[in-house]
């Protein structure tokens, strides 16, 4: 009898994809979604062992789509092509993620604007400022990156923001900014430019309500830590 040339796991590949259409992606383990991610990466090859090598190198699937291209590429397998393919997953997903937060986000869920804020910011190599402006029922209007810096330190005048914040007839705006460092632990400039724009944003009747730091999995609240008092909030 005549042996089939079609490798064994290109039956394996197609079964997964049935499976993912028939009960989507919750149907699958870590290690199984980034195996079927692969085979549209790797196009004859097993991807089952490589997607365990990765999950054991970086320990989980959003470590792996968080690793760079160089640390990808030091994983036996995968080359610049397959780096850049998992690249673009996290890509798309953070731009998935971003475009329908603005339509949702509250500051009475302080999660969500966390979540906002880590997507934005947190895996960003330099210092970005963003300024997030809310409605007086404190649903998110708009966001905007303000200012961007060096490692060390941002550049910022608050007339900049509140002549934004005024054009947008904005009642509130929250503050943040990253760490590319990895500590969110404030600055003394840091402390000193929300202060002032504190203080500015009081004569025009414009509440600052926190001011978040980020960093890759931690974060700073400056209203947490009462450099910035709570203010009261209207009722939904």
Not at 67 to 92: C, K, S, V, Y
Not at 164 to 186: D, F, M, Q, Y
Request: proline content about 5%; some cysteine; hydrophobic content about 40%.
């Amino acid at each position: 009898m005549k042996k089939s040339s079609t490798p064994l796991h290109f039956g394996h590949r197609h079964r997964m994809k049935q499976r993912f259409l028939s009960n989507g992606v919750d149907s699958f383990l870590d290690h199984e979604i980034l195996e079927l991610l692969l085979t549209y990466a790797i196009p004859r090859k097993d991807t089952k062992p490589l997607a365990w090598e990765l999950i054991k190198h970086f320990g989980s699937l959003s470590e792996v789509l968080d690793a760079d291209e160089m640390a990808l590429t030091e994983i036996n397998g995968i080359g610049p092509h397959t780096a850049q393919f998992l690249m673009l997953i996290r890509g798309i997903i953070k731009r998935y993620m971003h475009a329908d937060l603005p339509k949702q986000i509250r500051m009475a869920n302080p999660e969500e604007v966390l979540n906002y804020c880590q997507a934005s910011l947190a895996d960003k190599q330099e210092e970005f400022l963003e300024v997030l402006l809310l409605s007086i029922r404190y649903t998110l209007k708009s966001a905007k990156i303000i200012a961007t810096g060096t490692v060390d330190k941002i550049l910022i005048e608050p007339k900049q923001i509140l002549r934004w914040a005024l054009k947008e007839n904005a009642a509130a705006l929250i503050l943040v900014h990253n760490h590319p460092s990895g500590n969110p632990l404030p600055s003394a400039e840091d402390i000193r430019m929300t202060e002032q724009i504190v203080e500015a944003a009081k004569l025009l009747n414009i509440q600052v309500l926190d001011h978040l730091i980020v960093s890759k999995g931690t974060y700073y609240s400056f209203l947490a830590h009462g450099i910035i008092k709570e203010q009261k909030r209207p009722q939904p």
